[in-house]
């Protein structure tokens, strides 16, 4: 009964996670560990996006295209 109610929301996670990992491959950057913790999504319903362990180097990069994302963003805001 489970399985079939959290059909919607496994899918998801899975979508998620391969945006998420597809968006970091793009900028040259990852998250070797990042998977979706399925076995806490079969015991509770609710599937979590394990992000891992990463180098700082990795971590790094991460950082500097969030940042970069949020300066475009604000630039975007400011001219509307």
């Not at 990852?30 to 509770?44: A, H, I, N």
């Amino acid at each position: 009964m489970l399985n079939r109610a959290t059909a919607d929301q496994r899918r998801e996670a899975a979508l998620v996670a391969d945006d998420l990992a597809a968006v970091l491959a793009l900028g040259d950057a990852k998250l070797p560990s990042l998977e979706v913790d399925w076995d806490f999504g079969r015991r509770t319903g609710c599937y979590l996006i394990c992000l891992g362990a990463a180098r700082i180097d990795e971590v790094e990069r991460i950082v500097e295209l969030l940042r970069k994302g949020l300066h475009f963003e604000r630039l975007a805001a400011d001219d509307s």
